[in-house]
């Protein structure tokens, strides 16, 4: 079972560029999530999604986009990178209350 | 907010011990509560799910109780191994009308020494 896949696995940006991170699961969840974690902040929500077509934002939103154009993907875009989005992002997926994370993308912006 | 707190943040403990890591949220209205492991640069793996309806949880050498009402749940771990060196988060998760919220709590940071 593939379960939650995130890509790339790692990244190094330069400040103003742009990228997505891609996240799919296999699972046919409605709910997906996407998080970064930083030293002494534990996990952040940036976006979450209850189902294609619907997201929202959560505790730290700004700077990113997102869009759920299907039940498997939800992709995570950085339209200009900043030096405070280096991190490592997690991308979840969830089923009556379950979470279930991907393996992670650690992104640096120089 | 539910806010989620764990302690201790870091536990050094000689192989074969027996161990109590303490998590505690402030809004008692969840849904489960997950345990999850992190090792170091590693993604989250789930430990153990206990519902709102439960006492406990049991996986192998981990059990998992939750008091909802006071508004703690404890990962007890039996005769720990090295490899259960990790950090250990709980999540309790909450259900409203626009879907799933989940909070984290910091993580106690374990070290088994051989």
């Known amino acids: 079972n593939a379960g939650v896949t995130q890509t790339p696995k790692f990244q190094v940006l330069k400040t103003g560029q742009s990228m997505t991170l891609q996240c799919a699961q296999d699972?046919?969840?409605?709910?997906m999530s996407w998080y970064r974690q930083d030293p002494g902040m534990g996990l952040r929500l940036i976006h979450y999604s209850v189902g294609a077509g619907i997201t929202d934002q959560g505790e730290v939103p700004n700077g990113y986009n997102v869009s759920r154009s299907t039940t498997e993907d939800f992709p995570l875009r950085l339209l200009s990178a900043a030096p405070s989005q280096t991190s490592v992002y997690f991308c979840?997926?969830?089923?009556?209350?379950?979470?279930?994370f991907g393996e992670g993308s650690r992104l640096t912006v120089l | 907010k539910q806010e989620v707190t764990q302690i201790p943040a870091a536990l050094s403990v000689p192989e074969g011990e027996n161990l109590v890591l303490n998590c505690s949220f402030t809004?008692?209205?969840?849904?489960?509560l997950q345990w999850f492991r992190q090792d170091p640069g590693k993604g989250l793996t789930s430990l153990l799910l206990i519902q709102s309806s439960q006492r406990e949880q049991t996986s192998g050498r981990l059990n998992a109780s939750l008091d909802k009402s006071s508004g703690r749940s404890t990962l007890y771990i039996a005769a720990s191994q090295p490899g259960d060196s990790a950090t250990y988060l709980c999540?309790?998760?909450?259900?409203?009308?626009?879907?799933?919220?989940?909070?984290f709590g910091p993580g106690t940071r374990l070290s088994v020494l051989p």
């Open positions: 699972m046919n969840h409605e709910y």
């Open positions: 979840a997926s969830s089923s009556a209350g379950e979470l279930f």
């Open positions: 999540a309790p998760a909450e259900m409203d009308n626009y879907g799933q919220n989940f909070v």
């Open positions: 809004d008692s209205a969840i849904y489960n």
